[in-house]
């Protein structure tokens, strides 16, 4: 079998936030998904706005069957949430397409930190799933 290499982008500003997804993921690598043979990367940057960028300068060097941006953005009192929580996916998404490539968004988009919590102890195997269903459409 063919090892597939993926990578896991983290945008480790909610450190909390970022070990549930992260701990989803790789639960599932090693249990649900482990027969795949993935190999994944992870690479960390300072917020989801940094993650564009970053995978952007990553596949200019490294080539990646599938990849999996961790993060999150929690609302607050100004506009500063709206910008990056759409800067971010609008950049996946371009990012995708420009290197055909399929790119999962884990970057979850709450009103408080307890909703991050809660939603980000299963986000990451979705998105996992999500990605090999890419990576399977793709083959």
Do not use: W
């Amino acid at each position: 079998m063919t090892t597939q290499k993926i990578l896991i982008i983290d945008a480790y500003y909610y450190d909390e936030v970022s070990t549930n997804l992260l701990d989803g993921i790789n639960s599932a690598l090693s249990g649900e998904f482990k027969d795949l043979n993935l190999n994944p990367d992870y690479i960390v940057v300072a917020g989801a706005l940094e993650i564009p960028q970053a995978i952007n300068l990553v596949l200019k060097k490294v080539h990646y069957d599938g990849i999996i941006a961790v993060g999150c953005v929690i609302r607050g009192e100004t506009s500063h949430y709206d910008i990056v929580a759409d800067n971010s996916a609008r950049g996946i998404m371009e990012l995708s397409f420009k290197y055909n490539i399929p790119i999962t968004n884990a970057i979850l988009t709450v009103d408080n930190y307890d909703q991050a919590i809660v939603r980000s102890k299963d986000r990451g195997q979705h998105a996992l799933k999500a990605l090999i269903g890419l990576m399977n459409i793709g083959a």
